[in-house]
């Protein structure tokens, strides 16, 4: 049955409670797009109709049709990321580029997920991905000034963003947190050992299943060990993720166990996810049907591929590249307790 009770968020009770955040959001805004101004950034915008809306396995879009003038329909999607445009765009030439975009993810819903949202990503062409960690601690101390609160929270959690991050890697952090050695399952080329990973995983007290793969030991492990930990006190970065947990990301020099992947953590949540750009084409090609044959196992049912993306890819430069939760962003920099409570109007239920 719909719901037919009427959305409360608009009750000027409930709207005063939430004012304070909104202002709050506007002002980081305008902070953010002075940030990017004066580090020669061009804002873009990117279409949110796209062929494919992104291929990570466990991303769940929404689709639509585009009917065309003869009347002929077409399955689009709405983006869950302005990526693959924002490549395009490195392609065409521009240098370093930012977008705040509407993107949008089905199935997701909780205190740190809406189904809409606002995404900041950035991109720099021809730098490195530890450009970006330089980024991530001027920004958030742009943010905190925009507002006048040099210390974020979430819930009991506390982060002083004066500080510079701390840097870990994902290994460093396994054997802090979890007790193990996660290198050691791995191969020299990266390749998985799903056994010692599920036993080290049950040594360490996580519950796993017969039929869990490595990815999936991995995650509970990330979720129930490691990402609690992160960005307590002062903002983490946590790099050096395995190559099977890249996404778009290339390998490390040196180290193809690993690629070129950072996630920003404050108050133990997840704030933005960077990468040094992936630009051979057949292996983004080799990763989407991978990806795509998991999400056709797991959820019977898989999204097209942007050849357009693929082509471009291929004349890209050497880029890195980072997206951020702005909706997440204004609440640990405003105290707020909910995504909801920092948007101006949320989808209803």
């Not at 953010?32 to 804002?43: K, P, Q, T």
């Not at 191969?187 to 010692?196: I, L, M, P, V, W």
């Not at 890195?320 to 105290?335: K, P, W």
């Amino acid at each position: 049955m719909p719901n037919l009770e009427p959305s409360p968020w608009w009750s000027p009770e409930v709207y005063a409670d939430r004012r304070p955040f909104l202002i709050g959001r506007q002002r980081i805004l305008g902070a953010l797009r002075m940030f990017f101004a004066g580090r020669d950034f061009i804002e873009v915008e990117t279409p949110i109709l796209q062929i494919s809306p992104g291929n990570e396995t466990h991303l769940h879009a929404f689709a639509t049709q585009l009917v065309a003038a003869d009347g002929t329909a077409a399955t689009r999607y709405l983006h869950t990321s302005p990526e693959f445009t924002a490549k395009k765009l490195l392609a065409a030439g521009e240098e370093r580029l930012f977008t705040l975009a509407r993107v949008f993810r089905n199935g997701e819903r909780t205190a740190l997920h809406h189904p809409e949202f606002t995404m900041l990503e950035w991109y720099r062409a021809r730098e490195s991905y530890e450009a970006l960690m330089a980024d991530c601690a001027a920004l958030l101390a742009a943010t905190a000034a925009a507002i006048g609160a040099d210390v974020f929270r979430y819930g009991s959690h506390l982060a002083d963003v004066r500080l510079e991050p701390e840097q870990l890697t994902v290994a460093e952090a396994f054997a802090r947190f979890a007790g193990i050695d996660l290198l050691a399952t791995l191969d020299e080329r990266g390749a998985t050992d799903r056994d010692a990973l599920w036993h080290a995983a049950r040594q360490a007290g996580i519950r796993v299943a017969p039929d869990d793969i490595w990815a999936d030991v991995f995650t509970r492990l990330m979720v129930e060990k490691i990402e609690p930990f992160l960005g307590i006190g002062r903002p983490t970065i946590l790099c050096e993720y395995p190559i099977g947990e890249a996404a778009l990301a290339r390998p490390k020099p040196g180290d193809p166990r690993v690629a070129e992947r950072f996630e920003l953590y404050v108050c133990g949540v997840e704030l933005a996810n960077a990468f040094g750009e992936l630009t051979d084409a057949a292996e983004q090609r080799r990763r989407f049907v991978q990806w795509m044959d998991e999400k056709q196992r797991l959820y019977g049912e898989r999204y097209p591929i942007d050849e357009d993306f693929l082509a471009a890819l291929a004349r890209m430069p050497e880029a890195s590249g980072i997206a951020l939760g702005l909706d997440r962003l204004v609440l640990l920099a405003t105290g707020a307790r909910r995504i909801e409570d920092v948007l101006w109007a949320p989808v209803a239920p």
